[in-house]
């Protein structure tokens, strides 16, 4: 049972570049997340989903994409990388059906953008 | 504005001394409550949470926390420390408005010395 598997695990990015994180869960939870970490700052949701084909913006979501085709997969979007967007970006699942929902987290991905 | 206070950056505690990590909320209604943990490197983990009933929740590595709804605090505790405890401590809560949106402290890093 891999939980929360995120790729890549470290990556430069230039100004303007594009690019993905990957973000697989197979504990077959309905809702995932991402979220960034930045020190001192706690994390910070950029974005989530309830459900497949359903997603919505959390605190900080300008700059970023993300899409739900399937219960499994949730991948995120940086479009012309900036470089606020360095930080610690951490994928995220639960389980939600009634109280409170624990979250399984990934092992992160480290963007720098230079 | 609903938050949480972590209000030391770094806690300093001697191994086999009991350990405190505090945490403050500042939420409507009846949150619910949680303790994660970051190792370097690391995703966090879920550590223990607080719905309702005993004011004292014990959780996992022998950590346990204890809800004080009057000073609305949620700190954590171990009564002997251990050199691996090292780590980050994140308090988080859910506003019980809400099952899935979390809101997190900024983290307090916790050294165990030998």
């Known amino acids: 049972n891999a939980g929360v598997t995120q790729t890549p695990k470290f990556r430069i990015l230039k100004i303007g570049q594009s690019m993905t994180l990957q973000c697989t869960q197979d504990m077959n939870h309905n809702y995932m997340y991402w979220y960034r970490q930045d020190p001192g700052m706690g994390l910070k949701l950029i974005y989530y989903s309830v459900g497949a084909g359903i997603t919505d913006k959390g605190e900080v979501p300008n700059g970023y994409n993300v899409s739900r085709s399937t219960t499994e997969d949730f991948p995120l979007r940086l479009e012309l990388a900036a470089p606020s967007q360095t930080s610690v970006y951490f994928c995220a699942s639960s389980y939600v059906s009634s109280g409170a929902n624990v979250l399984t987290f990934g092992a992160g991905s480290r963007l720098t953008v230079l | 504005a609903q938050s949480v206070a972590q209000p030391e950056d770094q806690v300093n505690v001697a191994e086999g001394n009991p350990l405190t990590v505090k945490c403050t909320y500042s939420?409507?209604?009846?949150?619910?409550l949680f303790w994660y943990v970051q190792y370097p490197n690391r995703g966090l983990q879920f550590l223990l949470k607080y719905i309702t009933g005993d004011n004292l929740v014990k959780g996992s590595y022998g950590f346990e926390a204890e809800f004080n709804k009057s000073q609305t605090s949620f700190h954590l505790k171990k009564p002997s420390a251990l050199v691996s405890d090292s780590a980050l401590y994140f308090c988080a809560v859910i506003p019980a408005s809400g099952t899935y949106k979390y809101i997190f402290g900024t983290g307090t890093r916790l050294k165990v010395l030998a």
């Open positions: 939420v409507s209604g009846n949150p619910y």
